[in-house]
Nanobody, 120 residues
Framework: QVHLVESGGGLVQPGGSLRLSCAAS????????MGWYRQAPGKQRELVAR????????YYADSARGRFTISRDNAKKAVDLQMNSLNPEDTAAYYC?????????????WGVGTLVTVSS
């Protein structure tokens, strides 16, 4: 059974940087594509970055490309998201998960996420 714990969020000024971290436990991490998703207030959750199981291939949403960098360490079962040049539109709860999301007991499993607030 998977368990995901996100950390690293906080309050940052526009133009600043944050590094989010995700620790996974359970089986299957090393064979799955992993991603960072975010959900802003009143909006649907969206995928912002994805990394292949071996860490070779990455994908970024248009809103993240050039500013965010996703990385993973399969030995540690960890996936990080370096976010630079943050702007208020990046304010959201950020979640890591596999792509597609893990399913537990018939429903998508999600951790509690970590909140990022970009404001002056």
């Amino acid at each position: 059974q998977v368990h995901l714990v996100e950390s690293g969020g906080g309050l940052v000024q526009p133009g600043g940087s944050l590094r989010l971290s995700c620790a996974a436990s359970g089986s299957g991490f090393r064979t799955r594509y992993m991603g960072w998703y975010r959900q802003a207030p009143g909006k649907q959750r969206e995928l912002v970055a994805r990394i292949s199981s071996g860490g070779v291939y990455t994908y970024y949403a248009d809103s993240a490309r050039g500013r965010f960098t996703i990385s993973r360490d399969n030995a540690k079962k960890a996936v990080d998201l370096q976010m630079n040049s943050l702007n208020p539109e990046d304010t959201a709860a950020y979640y890591c998960n596999s792509v597609p999301p893990w399913v537990a007991d018939g429903v998508d499993y999600w951790g509690v996420g970590t909140l990022v607030t970009v404001s002056s």
